[in-house]
């Protein structure tokens, strides 16, 4: 069973308070709606930088307890090969 939404309040400057107004009048939307939905991207956006930040952190880790890697040039000619449409078996990591 979905939650109800809840109440969150914040405080805007006025210019922005007044930018917000206009752009919802424009669009024919709340500016209720367009906080709304500016919110949810945000947080969408933050979370998936967030997940790259942790497997970064994570790949970098490996890297230094293993040694095992694969060179840049190995890296570029794998991904130059999927990105024009062909198979290609992915580099095998290395000291």
């Known amino acids: 069973?979905?939650?109800?939404p809840t109440v969150t309040s914040i405080k805007l400057d006025p210019s922005i308070k007044k930018r917000?107004?206009?752009?919802a009048a424009a669009q024919?939307?709340?500016?209720?709606w367009i906080v709304r939905e500016a919110v949810e991207e945000y947080v969408d956006?933050?979370?998936?930088?967030?997940?790259f930040r942790q497997d970064t952190l994570a790949a970098w880790e490996n890297y230094q307890a293993t040694?095992?890697?694969?060179?840049a040039a190995e890296a570029?000619?794998?991904?130059?090969?999927?990105?024009?449409?062909?198979?290609?078996?992915?580099?095998?990591?290395?000291?």
């Open 1 to 4: 069973m979905a939650t109800a």
């Open 45 to 51: 956006r933050e979370e998936k930088r967030e997940k």
């Open 67 to 71: 040694g095992l890697h694969v060179t």
């Open 76 to 95: 570029d000619a794998w991904l130059l090969k999927l990105a024009s449409g062909k198979k290609a078996k992915r580099p095998a990591c290395h000291l």
């Open 20 to 23: 917000l107004q206009k752009l």
């Open 28 to 32: 024919r939307r709340t500016a209720h």
